[in-house]
């Protein structure tokens, strides 16, 4: 899919202030923490090396590249982002061939129960992620936000509780764009095939998003423009 914003790194966009200067990342094995950077090379993350967002924000353009998710770390997951703090994680794509994140297992992005960030995306390729427990694309606790305006988010595996993504019971989800197809997870069987979204539709197989609230419904998930069949974790979703 095209990229939602198209720039040249020395702009600014979304917020980020027209006088920052955005910087190439060149390594092939890790990624930056904080900063504004846009990748210049494919990245394979190994064990320990995924990208830890501590206090400071991480503004990351794909360009068109591929980061991927190669071994568990010593504490047996794969991850390729992971929030800490209060730092804040931002994923975009400036490319016309947008570029992917894969291979993560337990979360391509994960959120520690200490962290209190919130995650932008707004392009991307986000497939081919698994795991053993929820959330094969993101995993969200504490009181972590995540915004979605756009990206691509197919072919996601978790085991148990949503094939894509993971909402703790104090975290929030508000999506306002991007596909969702053929996520897959042994529970959940909630949506198949919806009208678009603002800037683009749900389809999944075997349910993208599971809310581990243990009532109440849905609160965490609000979807902008849009209607979802069927419900979502059980409950009934109520699109605004």
């Not at 320990?48 to 206090?55: G, M, S, T």
């Not at 504490?75 to 994140?101: Q, Y």
């Not at 995306?121 to 497939?127: A, E, H, L, Q, R």
């Not at 995993?139 to 595996?157: A, D, H, P, R, S």
């Amino acid at each position: 899919m095209k990229a939602i914003f198209i720039h040249d790194h020395t702009d600014g966009y979304a917020g980020v202030a027209a006088s920052v200067k955005w910087q190439p990342w060149t390594s092939k094995t890790s990624l930056p923490t904080s900063g504004y950077y846009y990748l210049t090379e494919d990245v394979q993350i190994d064990k320990d090396r995924f990208a830890e967002i501590k206090n400071d924000d991480l503004f990351l353009c794909l360009n068109g590249h591929t980061v991927t998710a190669r071994a568990a770390g010593t504490d047996g997951k794969t991850n390729i982002f992971r929030l800490t703090g209060s730092g804040d994680l931002t994923i975009c794509d400036c490319n016309e061939n947008a570029g992917a994140v894969t291979g993560a297992s337990m979360g391509a992005i994960f959120t520690m129960g200490t962290a209190t960030g919130t995650v932008n995306i707004y392009n991307g390729n986000f497939t081919g992620n698994t795991t053993n427990d929820s959330g094969a694309v993101a995993v969200l606790q504490n009181t972590c936000q995540l915004n979605i305006y756009g990206g691509e988010f197919k072919g996601n595996t978790a085991t148990n509780h949503g094939g894509a993504f993971f909402v703790g019971a104090n975290a929030t989800v508000n999506i306002y764009g991007g596909n969702y197809s053929y996520n897959s997870t042994r529970y959940d069987e909630i949506i198949d095939e919806s009208d678009p979204l603002e800037a683009g539709r749900v389809s999944t197989n075997g349910g993208a998003f599971f809310n581990s609230a243990a009532s109440g419904g849905m609160e965490a998930l609000f979807v902008s423009h849009g209607r979802i069949a069927g419900a979502v974790d059980g409950h009934p979703l109520q699109v605004l």
